[in-house]
């Protein structure tokens, strides 16, 4: 299904989409993706990427990214958690690109670099 290694550098946001609803018709899986279950999908993930963190320190998490049996299984988490999120994008025409670039600037306005550098603030306490 892949066709060869690819990369960030090398893969479409579309592309991998497009990958996602293939694997997903080929199992007739349309009928449980709906949007509230494909948020629940998300938020499961995410909670499995959080194990590989949760209690412990800096220097054992920055130990496990350089672990390969480690660094796989977070890769993993966050791989099932881009699953959801493109899954969601696919099947409800949200255009991530475009999406994601309005957010951004959104973010610009709302934590100008003056006053949010070195600031762990939220916009609305600046």
Same mark, same amino acid.
């Given at each position: 299904m892949t066709g060869g290694e690819r990369t960030? %550098?090398?893969t479409s946001l579309q592309h991998l989409k497009d990958m996602v609803r293939a694997f997903c018709e080929v199992?007739?899986?349309d009928r449980f993706h709906n949007p509230k279950d494909l948020a629940?999908?998300?938020?499961?993930e995410a909670g499995e990427l959080l194990e590989h963190f949760r209690f412990?320190?800096?220097a054992e998490i920055e130990? %496990?990214?350089n672990d390969p049996a480690a660094r796989t299984g977070i890769a993993d988490e966050i791989a099932d958690v881009l699953y959801f999120v493109l899954r969601l994008a696919q099947k409800y025409g949200i255009d991530l690109s475009t999406e994601f670039h309005r957010k951004m600037r959104l973010n610009e306005a709302r934590y100008p670099a003056a006053a949010a550098?070195?600031?762990n603030t939220k916009y609305t306490d600046l």
């Amino acid at each position: 299904m892949t066709g060869g290694e690819r990369t960030d %550098a090398t893969t479409s946001l579309q592309h991998l989409k497009d990958m996602v609803r293939a694997f997903c018709e080929v199992r007739d899986w349309d009928r449980f993706h709906n949007p509230k279950d494909l948020a629940i999908g998300i938020v499961t993930e995410a909670g499995e990427l959080l194990e590989h963190f949760r209690f412990k320190s800096p220097a054992e998490i920055e130990a %496990a990214l350089n672990d390969p049996a480690a660094r796989t299984g977070i890769a993993d988490e966050i791989a099932d958690v881009l699953y959801f999120v493109l899954r969601l994008a696919q099947k409800y025409g949200i255009d991530l690109s475009t999406e994601f670039h309005r957010k951004m600037r959104l973010n610009e306005a709302r934590y100008p670099a003056a006053a949010a550098r070195g600031r762990n603030t939220k916009y609305t306490d600046l």
